[in-house]
């Protein structure tokens, strides 16, 4: 079982910055794919970012394009954490952000693209950007 700790949300401004920390359980935190998701009032649950292991010490990341170039996934491995840096906010990002985790395994690199990839979520943090 795994369990992820979301933190890092608040109340912005717009065209300011946040950055997102999801703290995750688990002894093979570095062969799991993590993503952010993010859900508005009134919405369906939406993509944002993964990274994914794709075999050895690489890794390769995906964006929704509403955030390319605004959005920033890393991963510490060291710490079990997962990041998501984001610059330029608008208020059309305001939203719950859920941090999500799908198991991989060595010839396994399948990342997470839609709400149906991960097998494990975080309780949500919020994000206000005010405009």
């Known amino acids: 079982q795994v369990q992820l700790v979301e933190s890092g949300g608040g109340l912005v401004q717009a065209g300011g910055s946040l950055r997102l920390s999801c703290a995750a359980s688990?002894?093979?935190?570095?062969?799991?794919?993590m993503g952010w998701f993010r859900q508005a009032p009134g919405t369906e649950r939406d993509f944002v970012a993964a990274?994914?292991?794709?075999?050895?010490?690489?890794?390769?990341?995906n964006y929704a394009d509403s955030v390319k170039g605004r959005f920033t996934i890393s991963k510490d491995n060291a710490k079990n954490t997962v990041y998501l840096q984001m610059n330029s906010l608008k208020p059309e990002d305001t939203a719950v952000y859920y941090c999500a985790a799908k198991v991989q395994y060595p010839g396994y690199y399948s990342g997470i693209y839609s709400t149906s990839d991960p097998n494990y979520w975080g309780q949500g943090t919020q994000v206000t950007v005010s405009s």
């Open positions: 990274i994914s292991w794709s075999g050895g010490s690489t890794y390769y990341e």
């Open positions: 688990g002894r093979t935190f570095s062969r799991y794919a």
